[in-house]
């Protein structure tokens, strides 16, 4: 068919400009994976491949040597399928025939590590080689073919792939045939139809154009400071040699060269240390990089120290070096190399360096901050410090007592007590409060220990078993009491500072109350109950930790009380209130609206006071209650009655006008409470003179020594509630 005959014809052309050269070698490098099976004009890529190639073989130059790789034709799935089934030899072509014609397409698309294999079977760093890569779809195994064509033509002698395309639009797979060319000096066609392919082949048929002069590249030559080191910016002393090249040696931080096809040694010497590195690199048509790796570079640099010292304890360093920023002198286990402990070389030489809190072998280390190097070393030896606890044969729940200790007693070292084996503490004395210290015991009985804690990491050195013994809790009072009433509690118990009796209702969390008193305020001691009734419990708290060492239960009562009063009274005036009930020490009687909360007052008076109780009525007019209120958690109402506050009208005589600072006479009828009051006023003063009005009518009121317009007033005493108002000029 015209299609069959025109991809041989583009197969049969590609040598002659490929391998216009003596004693050429290729290996074609045919895609065998399952995408083979897709069509063209009816019939399998991979049938057309494989009639293709026996075409070619019949019309290849005699003296060309030929090798066959394959890649996906044995296993699905799997990107190390790749098979060089018949190396480069002038008697091939029967062999790469029967191998091509029994290609079953199976797997993947790994082009791109079979155009490698291919390579390197024709040892293409050390001889001109040349691939020819007949593929019908994009990479499925290298991430970036680019990547791979570049590295192909670094590093060999003289490397070139071209690509042939079958059938191929994906726009990505393209890209990477054409990168693949490219970037070998290679030739990428792309065969679609028979047309396309007959216009490619015509291109491909032209004669080669005379071979160009050799032009150098530009290469750059870079050297580490050590393995994956930073690239080096000081000066170096380099020595360049090669095919094309006499020795070239100078001092720079890199190279840049131009540089003509050939092979090439370049050592450099670093003149800090006098480390050298050497490589050896070829030069193709592309231009490149050359990384050496000289060793890490370490400034010089010392650290001493004593041999050993106490764990923990605080010793003298030497040292010399570079005192970069933040260089440092740490403590180190040389196990892991994790430092323990540091301090800045810019604290000077001797600096002051703590030792590891644990016993052990360890190192001084110099180490620079840029990259965190350690240049010099000294071994040291942490030793075990004296410890021991000792406190009372008897200890108790909760008391205070005398430890006895032996330490290294460094700032920030205490001893506690916990849990066996356990490292939380639950009470601690720092060591600097002095020997014997006072040590609180934990507030239940058991069995614990005495632990002595170095503050550096706080670390554990000492522990020492103690046994806790329980104390006895008891608590007496009546079986109930009413509502707001202060029962008289007696207690049994060590009474330690902070702890405390309390009340709480039944079924409320241990750590919750409604009132408590402390015990140091004596045995027996007052509690007030609860406003709330119904069944409680009185119980014994541990200041120390909060915890119920004993309980008793009690039964609250519901208490009455009443409240009597006129049921009327003028705005501002006052009334004689009466009351029975619980007189508690905080109870009172209060005025307020008939839908305010318990918890809200107006105007009160103590129960403490008296039987009749005084108490000014409100400014305003309206419907209140005359409450009685009882002190308690929560606070509660005990009694109520209606009383309703009476407005009064108010009426003002006086002249008009007035001359500055004059006295006129005043005429009014009003509540004429004692200390409500009559005054000369403004807009920006509701006051300037005044007169109460417990002075009767009429009274005489001073006029202001300015002129101007003002109001004759008359004031509430309570709220200062403006009741009447008429002008006045004063001339």
């Not at 764990?311 to 190399?337: E, H, M, Q, R, Y």
């Not at 110099?366 to 010099?376: E, S």
């Not at 004395?429 to 020997?435: A, I, P, Q, S, V």
Request: charged residues 20%; contains cysteine; hydrophobic residues 35%.
């Amino acid at each position: 068919m015209t299609f069959l005959r025109a991809t041989s014809a583009a197969l049969c052309l590609l040598p002659t400009a490929i391998f216009a050269q003596d004693n050429p070698s290729a290996i074609v490098v045919m895609d065998g994976s399952g995408s083979m099976w897709g069509q063209i004009d009816g019939v399998a890529k991979i049938t057309i491949a494989q009639e293709v190639m026996g075409e070619l073989m019949s019309t290849l130059p005699a003296d060309l040597d030929l090798g066959l790789t394959i890649y996906g034709h044995r296993r699905k799935g799997d990107c190390s399928d790749i098979e060089t089934m018949v190396l480069p030899g002038p008697d091939t072509r029967a062999a790469i025939t029967s191998a091509v014609n029994g290609i079953s397409p199976k797997g993947k698309t790994p082009m791109a590590d079979a155009v490698v294999a291919a390579a390197k079977a024709l040892r293409h760093t050390e001889e001109a080689a040349t691939v020819i890569l007949v593929s019908d779809g994009i990479e499925t195994c290298v991430p970036d073919v680019c990547a791979v064509a570049k590295e192909l033509e670094a590093t060999g002698v003289d490397f070139t792939a071209h690509v042939v395309g079958f059938d191929v639009t994906d726009p990505q797979a393209l890209a990477q045939f054409q990168c693949m060319a490219e970037a070998t000096g290679g030739t990428f066609l792309s065969a679609a139809n028979a047309d396309e392919l007959g216009s490619a082949l015509t291109a491909v048929a032209a004669a080669p154009p005379p071979e160009p002069e050799p032009q150098p590249v530009q290469v750059s030559i870079v050297a580490t400071d050590g393995k994956n080191g930073p690239v080096v910016t000081t000066p170096l002393i380099w020595d360049l040699a090669g095919d094309n090249t006499i020795h070239d040696k100078h001092s720079a931080p890199s190279l840049k060269e131009a540089l003509l096809e050939g092979t090439y040694t370049v050592t450099v010497l670093r003149p800090e240390d006098e480390a050298t590195a050497e490589a050896r690199f070829g030069v193709g048509s592309v231009n490149k990089r050359v990384v050496l790796e000289l060793p890490e570079y370490k400034p010089p640099a010392t650290v001493s120290g004593p041999q050993s010292a106490p764990a923990g304890s605080t010793i003298a360093v030497d040292w010399s070096g570079p005192n970069a920023k933040d260089d440092f002198i740490a403590a180190v286990d040389p196990d892991t190399n994790k430092w323990i402990t540091y301090a800045y070389t810019r604290e000077g030489s001797p600096l002051d360096l703590q030792m590891p809190p644990k016993p052990g072998a360890y190192e001084l280390r110099y180490i620079l901050n840029d990259g965190r190097k350690p240049l010099a070393s000294h071994p040291i030896a942490a030793t075990e410090v004296a410890v021991s606890l000792s406190a009372p044969d008897e200890l108790v729940a909760g008391a205070t007592v005398p430890v006895d200790w032996i330490g290294p007693d460094y700032d920030g070292d205490y001893v506690s007590v916990t849990k066996p084996g356990d490292e939380k503490w639950i009470t601690y004395t720092y060591t600097r409060d002095g020997n014997p210290m006072m040590l609180q015991m934990p507030g239940a009985p058991g069995d614990y220990e005495m632990v002595y804690t170095m503050s550096q990491n706080r670390t554990i050195i000492h522990r020492e078993p103690i046994s806790v013994a329980a104390l006895a809790y008891d608590l007496q009072t009546d079986s109930s009491a009413g509502a707001g009433a202060r029962l008289i509690v007696s207690w049994t118990g060590p009474g330690y500072d902070g702890d405390y009796i309390t009340v709480a209702a039944k079924g409320m969390p241990d750590d919750k109350y409604v009132n408590y008193t402390y015990t140091r305020e004596g045995n027996p001691l007052e509690l007030v109950m609860p406003g709330d009734p119904g069944p409680h419990e009185i119980r014994y708290v541990l200041g120390q930790d909060r915890s119920i060492q004993a309980r008793i239960p009690i039964d609250v009562t519901t208490v009455g009380a009443t409240v009597t009063g006129p049921p009327s009274g003028p705005i501002g005036g006052t009334i004689t209130a009466s009351w029975t009930g619980p007189g508690g020490d905080g109870d009172y009687l209060t005025i307020v609206a008939p839908d305010a909360a318990e918890g809200d007052y107006g105007s009160y008076a103590y129960t403490r006071d008296g039987s009749d109780l005084t108490l000014n009525l409100p400014a305003n007019h309206g419907t209140y209650e005359l409450r009685y209120v009882a002190d308690t958690n929560p606070i509660k109402v005990l009694a109520r009655t209606p009383l309703t506050v009476e407005d009064v009208p108010v009426a003002i005589t006086a002249p008009s006008t007035a001359t500055p600072g004059s006295s006129i006479e005043i005429t009014w009828t009003g509540p004429g409470h004692p200390r409500d009051y009559l005054a000369v006023g403004n807009a920006a003063k509701p006051y300037l003179t005044y007169t109460y009005a417990e002075n009767g009518s009429p009274l005489s009121l001073t006029v202001p020594d300015e002129p101007g317009d003002y109001e004759i007033r008359y004031f509430l005493d309570v709220d200062n509630k403006l009741l009447a108002a008429i002008p006045l000029t004063v001339q």
